[in-house]
C-alpha cells in the first residue's frame, strides 16, 4: 500500500491498482495546481472561479455598466454640482454667472415668499401623508382581509398610472363651480357650490384631496405586500384570546408593518414636497399665493425672472430640508426593525 497526502487528507493506493493507481494519486495534485481552486462552504467543497477569470470579465462588466454610469453622471451628478455651484453665483442665463458667496443664502433667510411658499408646502406635505397613509391602510387591509380579487387590485392600481397632468385636468373639470360634477352634486345636496380652487381655504386641500387619489394605488399594493409577509397564525391566535377585527387591526397588524409603513410615510413626504404639476394645472400658485408651494415658487424664479442663482440656492435648501426630514422618520420609525423578528 501507498501512501499519499492531498490537502491534508490521506489516499491510500493499494498495489493491486499498479501503475493507473500511482498516475492518479500523483495527478490530483498537478490538477489542483492547474486552477482548480476549492472552497468548503456549508459542509462540501464549492468550486470558486480563479483571479484570472475574473480578471477577464472586468472588461466586459464594465462595458455592461458604462450606460448605467453615463446616464448617472450625465442626468444627475452633473447638473447636481451644477446647481449647488450655481447657489453661490448670480445668474441670469443671458449673462456668465458671477460668484457672490453666500449673498444669495442671506437673502432668502429674508424673502417672505420663500417662508410663505414653505409654509403652504409643510401644509400641503401633512395633508398628503396623514390622509394618503390612512386611506392606503385601509384600502390594503381591505384587500387582504375581505377580498383577494386580481380585477379589484388593478382598479386600484389605475389612478396611479395616470400622469399628474391629466389627473389635475379631469379633477380640475369635475371640480369647476360652473359645470363639475362635484359641483352639480354639491348644489343639490347643500343648495350652494364651492370654489375649490378660487378659495384660498379649499385650494390646498382640494390638491392635497388629488394627490392622495393619484398615489393611493400605488402605496396600497406596497402595504398589501407587507401584509402578506405577517404570519395567518398571528390572526388565528388573535381570533382564539377574543380579539375582534378592530382590535388586530390596532395591537397586530400596525405594529408589524412598522417598516413598511415607515417607508411609504417617506415615500409620501418626498413626493408630496415636490409636489408642482398638479398645482401649475389647476392653480398655478393662486389665489393670492395660497397654493404657491415651494416648487411654484422656484419655477417662477428661474424660468419666468430668470434668477436662476437663487432658484438654484432654494432648491439645494430644499434638498437639505428633505434630508433632514428623511433620516428623522427612518430614525424616530425604526424603519430596520420589525416585531416579526
Known sequence: MVVTSQDNHTTPVTASSGAAGAVAATAAPATSAAGRRTSRRAGRTVPTRSRAARRRDLPFALLFILPAVAGFAIFYAYPTFRGVYLSFTDFHVLTPPTWTGLANFRELVHDGV???????????????????????????????RVTRSTVLRGVILLPFLISNVIAALVWQWMLDPELGIVDIALKHLTGHSIMFFGSGGWAIPSLAAISVWKWMG?????????????????????????????????????????????????????????????????????????SNVLQMYIYRKAFRQFDFGYAATM?????????????????????????LN
Open 114 to 144: 420663500f417662508w410663505h411658499s414653505l409654509w403652504v408646502t409643510v401644509y400641503f406635505v401633512l395633508l398628503s401623508v396623514a390622509f394618503g397613509t390612512l386611506v392606503s391602510l385601509v384600502t390594503a387591509v381591505v384587500l387582504h
Open 218 to 290: 400605488y402605496y396600497a399594493l406596497l402595504i398589501f405586500a407587507g401584509l402578506q409577509t405577517i404570519p395567518p397564525t398571528i390572526y388565528e391566535a388573535g381570533r382564539v384570546d377574543g380579539a375582534g377585527e378592530v382590535q388586530m387591526f390596532r395591537r397586530l397588524t400596525v405594529p408589524l408593518l412598522r417598516p413598511i409603513l415607515a417607508m411609504v410615510v417617506v415615500l409620501t413626504v418626498i413626493n408630496a414636497f415636490q409636489v408642482f404639476d398638479i398645482v401649475q394645472v389647476t392653480t398655478e400658485g393662486g389665489p393670492a399665493n395660497a
Open 315 to 339: 432648491s439645494l435648501a430644499l434638498f437639505a430640508l428633505l434630508i433632514a426630514v428623511t433620516f428623522t422618520q427612518l430614525r424616530l420609525a425604526r424603519a430596520n426593525e420589525s416585531d
